[in-house]
């Protein structure tokens, strides 16, 4: 086969070429640092690889599900023809710590319980919808979550985690799987099928053990799966290493961050 046996035949392109240019192999000589290569490269015409995939998505050659297995989103790219269409990359959380010793303090605490100080206000930090049918679970998955996410907002189903997510833009969404109206799965499809929400971080939980389930759900675009029970120790545990994994593949200085 034309493929040699790789599987590619028929499949799309998303190429980066860097182009030799004497500053760029001067650079290289020296031991520049990859953030210094990178910008002179961009200065002489590189197109990233996340860029290539965009051409394409606006094309309608591909997706932006099957664009970010390969490529991974850059701050502040923002596709030529489609304003503010930017796909950004989660900020870490940021402790909340006490001014006067220093340790770190949960969100709804008014006084840091180690040295009797007056707390200072949340940090304006990550947000997190958080969409479960069930208002246990919601509240169980909340307060796995508030120390990293002092703004929270809570859905009841997939179409209310829909119009939350484009409306307050959070960092991370915990969507269940069976839910009415609309399941985690469409939630998934539906956000990974738009270029503003491509690279959003999603956690799904579900009681389900379908290995198929499971399979499909990472296929659709979801960073990570967790079947209940969940302890709230390991959500947030995995919760961060979700951020940490999307804010460590993104490319540093890009010209305009």
């Given at each position: 086969?034309?493929?040699?046996?790789?599987?590619?035949?028929?499949?799309?392109?998303?190429t980066?070429?860097?182009?030799?240019?004497?500053?760029?192999?001067?650079?290289?000589?020296?031991?520049?640092?990859?953030?210094?290569?990178?910008?002179?490269?961009?200065?002489?015409?590189?197109?990233?690889?996340?860029?290539?995939?965009?051409?394409?998505?606006?094309?309608?050659?591909?997706?932006p599900?099957?664009?970010?297995?390969?490529?991974?989103?850059?701050?502040?790219?923002?596709?030529?023809?489609?304003?503010?269409a930017?796909?950004?990359?989660?900020?870490?959380?940021?402790?909340?710590?006490?001014?006067?010793?220093g340790?770190?303090?949960?969100?709804?605490?008014?006084?840091?319980?180690?040295?009797?100080?007056?707390?200072?206000?949340?940090?304006?930090?990550?947000?997190?919808v958080?969409?479960?049918?069930?208002?246990v679970?919601?509240?169980?998955?909340?307060?796995?979550?508030?120390?990293?996410f002092?703004?929270?907002?809570?859905?009841?189903?997939?179409?209310?985690?829909?119009?939350?997510?484009?409306?307050?833009?959070?960092?991370?969404?915990?969507?269940?799987?069976?839910?009415?109206?609309?399941?985690?799965?469409?939630?998934?499809?539906?956000?990974?099928?738009?270029?503003?929400?491509?690279?959003?971080?999603?956690?799904?939980?579900?009681?389900?053990?379908?290995?198929?389930?499971?399979?499909?759900?990472?296929?659709?675009?979801a960073?990570?799966?967790?079947?209940?029970?969940?302890?709230?120790?390991?959500?947030?545990?995995?919760?961060?290493?979700v951020?940490?994994?999307?804010?460590?593949r993104?490319?540093?200085?890009?010209?305009?961050?």
């Amino acid at each position: 086969a034309r493929c040699r046996g790789t599987g590619m035949k028929g499949r799309t392109a998303i190429t980066e070429l860097v182009r030799a240019t004497p500053d760029l192999l001067a650079l290289l000589a020296a031991g520049a640092e990859d953030e210094e290569l990178w910008r002179c490269a961009r200065k002489d015409g590189t197109r990233s690889l996340f860029e290539s995939g965009v051409d394409k998505i606006l094309a309608g050659i591909t997706s932006p599900a099957a664009v970010l297995k390969v490529a991974a989103p850059e701050v502040n790219a923002a596709p030529a023809g489609m304003p503010g269409a930017r796909v950004a990359a989660p900020p870490a959380p940021r402790d909340r710590v006490c001014g006067q010793c220093g340790e770190k303090l949960e969100s709804a605490w008014r006084l840091c319980p180690f040295c009797g100080a007056e707390a200072p206000p949340a940090p304006a930090g990550p947000t997190a919808v958080v969409c479960d049918d069930n208002a246990v679970i919601r509240k169980l998955v909340c307060s796995a979550l508030r120390a990293d996410f002092p703004r929270i907002c809570e859905a009841e189903n997939g179409r209310e985690a829909l119009d939350l997510v484009f409306q307050v833009r959070p960092d991370v969404l915990v969507v269940d799987q069976e839910m009415p109206v609309m399941t985690g799965v469409e939630v998934i499809r539906e956000l990974r099928s738009r270029l503003e929400t491509a690279a959003l971080p999603i956690v799904m939980l579900t009681s389900s053990d379908s290995e198929e389930l499971e399979g499909d759900v990472l296929d659709l675009g979801a960073d990570d799966y967790l079947q209940k029970p969940i302890t709230p120790s390991r959500l947030r545990t995995r919760v961060k290493a979700v951020l940490k994994r999307r804010c460590g593949r993104v490319r540093a200085g890009v010209p305009g961050d």
